[in-house]
């Protein structure tokens, strides 16, 4: 397809889905993150099923608008909906920028607002004793229920990601300063960190090194349901199944992020300084990490409690 019949197909006539997948794929193809890809694909392959559903729909800021009321009405969350919108404005961006749509109109579609968050509640998080007994909950006379309990460990001792997680390799885990140490972790926006782990976390990382004895290489593998460990390293997905499972026989309902607030929460309720969990996390801004504490005001124990000031004004 010539580019003077795309540009056709893109700023008019929907009939021809072929120059959208196009443009779609450029997309896809200028993403580094393999998470935000596959969110940015599934958003893209929904929002032109509908595009070219109805016969005369152009792709201008009004039909994006209409997009997300119709999103809106479905119940889903605003974080959805803006993941949406944000795959959409890049579509026009690139569309543009390959000379598919005119800068106008993918103005329009940029500046096409998202869904405003009602609070600030961005999950679940966990209690202590919640925590603790996700922990115990893994059956430690088989190789897969230590390794899981090391990958629980993991993320409640350290906050790691999920993606973080499975990349981990054995060289990653050293001692540094005289406590055990996740060093060069390499996180989101390709930021650079090394993140201290418990002394609890650490030697349920041990146990399962010495159980499926691994000395290089990847650090959490597959175990096939035989009991043998693969050289095969888990996925980001595998992850998240064994953080469901496992939260599943506890009876409740988290994500691997839910255990990454989890940690958040408990170090601040902790006293630990927020810049030193900003760091762990690994957050550029401290707004963010914010947003993970779950933080209520307290009565019992206030600021105005901790000023140190005796004055006598009776």
């Given amino acids: 397809m010539g580019s003077t019949a795309a540009a056709v197909c893109l700023s008019g006539s929907q009939r021809n889905g072929d120059a959208w997948k196009i443009v779609s794929a450029v997309v896809l193809e200028g993403i580094s993150s393999t998470h935000t ?40 969350a605003a974080s959805s909906i803006n993941v949406r919108l944000s795959a959409i404005r890049r579509l026009a961006l690139e569309a543009a920028d390959n000379g598919f749509l005119s800068p ?65 390799d054995v060289e990653h885990i050293q001692q540094r300063d005289g406590r055990w140490v996740v060093t060069d972790l390499i996180g989101k926006g390709g930021r650079t960190r090394s993140v201290p782990i418990p002394h609890w976390a650490h030697l349920a990382v041990r146990r399962w090194q010495s159980a499926a004895n691994i000395t290089i290489g990847s650090l959490f593998r597959h175990v096939n349901r035989h009991g043998q460990v693969s050289a095969r390293r888990i996925s980001p997905q595998a ?30 309720v902790g006293r630990a300084p927020m810049e030193q969990i900003q760091i762990s996390l690994g957050h550029a801004s401290v707004v963010t990490t914010e947003l993970y504490l779950d933080v209520k005001q307290n009565l019992h124990d206030a600021p105005c409690d901790h000023l140190g000031l005796m004055n006598d004004l009776g």
């Fill in 37 to 76: 890809r596959r969110s940015y694909s599934q958003a893209l392959d929904e929002f032109l099923i509908w595009f070219v559903d109805e016969p005369g729909r152009h792709f201008n800021k009004a039909t994006v608008q209409q997009y997300r009321t119709e999103l809106v009405a479905k119940g889903l």
């Fill in 104 to 168: 106008e109109l993918a103005g329009g579609i940029a500046r096409a607002k998202g869904v405003k968050r009602s609070g600030v509640r961005l999950g679940h998080w966990l209690t202590a004793g919640q925590a603790e007994s996700l922990l115990k909950l893994p059956d430690l006379t088989t190789l897969k229920g230590i390794r899981d309990c090391a990958v629980l460990g993991l993320l409640l001792g350290g906050g790691l990601r999920r993606s973080e997680l499975a990349a981990l």
């Fill in 239 to 268: 992850v998240f199944e064994i953080v469901k499972t496992h939260a599943e026989n506890l009876g409740i309902e988290v994500c691997p992020h839910d255990l990454r607030r989890t940690f958040a929460k408990l170090a601040h």
